[in-house]
């Protein structure tokens, strides 16, 4: 289930081609999942007989994925038009260099 909480957002944001966004908003949901794996490689058993710390850490991990990738979800759909993707570019001219930046992420 959790999963799905880190691929929601990656899928959401590729639809417009932000996929630099939706790695950002699937990133959370993502490290919980690796943190949920760690806790239960620690205790298996930790969702029937863990103690109540483990129990409290497995649930907290579960909501910060879901709400991460909630968050990510609801972005990519009250995105509207952005300026696409975020673009760095050097920036030469005569007597003159600088870096140009255009985009949001």
């Not at 944001?13 to 993502?30: I, L, M, Y």
Request: aromatic share 8%; with cysteine; net charge negative.
């Amino acid at each position: 289930m959790e999963s799905g909480f880190a691929l929601g957002p990656v899928a959401a944001h590729a639809v417009g081609g932000e996929w630099v966004r939706g790695v950002v908003f699937g990133a959370p949901p993502a490290a919980a999942i690796g943190a949920t794996a760690a806790l239960f490689q620690y205790n298996p058993g930790t969702i029937n007989s863990g103690t109540l710390v483990e129990q409290r850490w497995l649930w907290s991990f579960f909501c910060v994925g879901l709400l991460t990738g909630l968050a990510g979800v609801v972005d990519a759909a009250l995105a509207g038009e952005r300026t696409g993707m975020p673009a760095i570019a050097l920036d030469i001219d005569k007597g003159r260099v600088g870096v140009d930046m255009r985009g949001s992420l």
